[in-house]
Nanobody, 126 residues
Framework: QVQLVESGGGLVQAGGSLRLSCAAS????????VGWFRQAPEKEREFVAT???????VYADSVKGRSSISRDNAKNTVYLQMNSLKPEDTAVYYC????????????????????WGQGTQVTVPS
């Protein structure tokens, strides 16, 4: 069982930056793939970025070039650095985890992940 806790959200002006953190319990967290997703009001939850246990990563086109996902396995934490924030980035951001990283699995899909955090709100006023 893995428990995930997000932090780092808040109110930031357009063009600003935030670093979100996803802290996990569990001694085997280093072998998990961790993804970030977001859900804006009245919209479906969507993929943002994901990172494998060995550092492979994938970004959504909407954040590519503005965001960076990283992990510190010694701290059981995955980070999402978001720069040049836009009002359309306003959402609740969730991290999710699943064991391993397997070719042929689609880590941009919500259904791929087994464990989810409670989310952290990011607000970028227009």
């Amino acid at each position: 069982q893995v428990q995930l806790v997000e932090s780092g959200g808040g109110l930031v002006q357009a063009g600003g930056s935030l670093r979100l953190s996803c802290a996990a319990s569990g001694r085997t967290f280093g072998s998990y793939t961790v993804g970030w997703f977001r859900q804006a009001p009245e919209k479906e939850r969507e993929f943002v970025a994901t990172i494998s246990w060995r550092g492979d990563f994938v970004y959504a086109d909407s954040v590519k070039g503005r965001s960076s996902i990283s992990r510190d396995n010694a701290k059981n934490t995955v980070y999402l650095q978001m720069n040049s924030l836009k009002p359309e980035d306003t959402a609740v951001y969730y991290c999710a985890a699943v064991p391993g990283w397997y070719s042929g699995h689609d880590y941009t899909r919500l259904q791929t992940y087994d464990y989810w955090g409670q989310g952290t709100q990011v607000t970028v006023p227009s």
